[in-house]
């Protein structure tokens, strides 16, 4: 398959389900864009081990967890300073906010706990919950998107469901 084909086939899958872990729409975009470079770089490299659309997910998996990673060190070099109120020194607090072209603003609010749940999660138990629960996939394609069994899947989203009781007690953890 060629290249564009590839990118016209699969492009909106990309996008969608790094929209699910940045939750913004430039974010997003931007881990598209290096997901299709990496493979324009890598696409010789696909010995067909698995399905193309598996190896595409992990790629997108993988490099919005690293997008993610980055931001994170980001914010933990800011100046201390940058967090406090200039006249009070009290501690600023940025809500949560969730920029997703596909969600009306009466579910915004929703939607923005739940994904602020979901981003409290581990990785691995974030992975399972957004491939399993919002992209859709079976626990067989989620594990080998994730490289490892369907029970191991099985156990994250499991252990990934306690851990949003705990996060949230009103939320019944599906």
């Known amino acids: 398959m060629e290249f564009e ?10 996008y ?6 940045l939750q913004n729409t430039e974010d997003a975009q931007e ?32 490099h919005a967890l690293d997008f993610l990673k980055a931001k994170r060190r980001k914010k933990r070099f800011a100046v201390l300073t940058s967090l406090f109120h200039p006249q009070s020194n009290q ?34 138990q974030k992975t399972a919950i957004i491939l399993t629960k919002i992209e859709g996939m079976s626990q067989d394609e989620a594990a080998h ?16 469901k306690h851990n949003l009781k705990k996060i949230n007690p009103k939320n019944d953890g599906k």
Request: no cysteine.
């Open 5 to 14: 084909e590839i990118y016209t086939k699969y492009s909106k899958q990309v």
């Open 16 to 21: 969608n389900l790094a929209l699910h872990y």
């Open 31 to 62: 881990v598209t864009q290096d997901v299709f470079v990496t493979i324009f770089q890598k696409i010789n490299s696909f010995n067909g081990a698995s399905k193309l659309s598996t190896w595409i997910y992990r790629i997108t998996v993988n």
């Open 91 to 124: 501690l600023i607090h940025e809500p949560f906010h969730l920029d997703h072209p596909g969600v009306s603003l009466e579910d915004q609010e929703a939607i923005e706990q739940i994904f602020s749940a979901i981003n409290q999660l581990p990785d691995k």
């Open 145 to 160: 998107v994730m490289e490892m069994t369907p029970k191991a899947v099985e156990s994250l989203i499991q252990r990934a």
